[in-house]
């Protein structure tokens, strides 16, 4: 039905303006030689005007659904790794909450997960700028920004993250391997000892391979 339904309103809308001008030509043709005049063509119009008020109550009666059922549907998507749908669900939630920063980080979670870096990336832009103080969101645009070699940028991503919120080790430890392969390894042996120093198994294991 969802996947119809915007067919099925364009006939709706065809069949509304073939109705109308129904009208119109009678109208024309009683101002015209001053009799009240029905032509077959409007007869004929009066069964689909009919057949398209059945269909638009058809479409009032069926449960609209809200943003839980979307992303309910979008979570089921992911799980088949039926990305492309799942961001179809996830831009239905966008377009029902259009300010909810939450719904533009899932969407870009969603887009990377899905190798559409770039439009993860804008996904993130706009949900940091409804909601600028989301450690989560700057780390995951720095995922982002790293699978496009854009290692300077997610630099400075995984620092803002990690500015925001020191809970957020994944940022710092990921800084560090950015600025390994930059050539940073001081920076990246510094980051990683914080990162280590909260228990994180794989920032221990970069440190003691690359940090003597």
């Not at 989560?136 to 620092?159: I, P």
Request: glycine share 8%.
């Amino acid at each position: 039905m969802e996947h119809s339904l915007p067919v099925l309103l364009d006939i709706i809308y065809m069949c509304g303006w073939a109705f109308i001008s129904s009208i119109m030509w009678g109208c024309y043709k009683f101002s015209t030689h001053k009799t009240v005049y029905l032509s077959k063509n409007m007869k004929s119009n009066w069964f689909l005007f009919s057949l398209c008020a059945i269909a638009i109550s058809l479409i009032s009666c069926q449960p609209k659904k809200t943003t839980d059922d979307y992303n309910k549907s979008a979570a089921e998507k992911i799980q088949k790794k039926d990305y492309k749908g799942a961001i179809e669900d996830l831009t239905k939630v966008i377009e029902l909450t259009p300010k909810d920063a939450g719904a533009y980080f899932g969407r870009g979670l969603t887009k990377i997960t899905a190798g559409d870096y770039k439009g993860a990336i804008e996904d993130y832009n706009k949900s940091i700028e409804l909601d600028p103080k989301n450690s989560w969101a700057y780390s995951d645009r720095g995922n982002a920004k790293t699978r496009l070699n854009d290692l300077e940028g997610a630099v400075e991503d995984y620092t803002k993250a990690f500015d925001l919120n020191h809970g957020n080790i994944e940022a710092v430890l990921d800084r560090g391997y950015c600025k390994q392969t930059l050539g940073d390894i001081p920076g990246a042996c510094a980051d990683w000892t914080i990162a280590a120093g909260s228990g994180n198994t794989l920032a221990a294991e970069a440190l003691a391979a690359n940090c003597k």
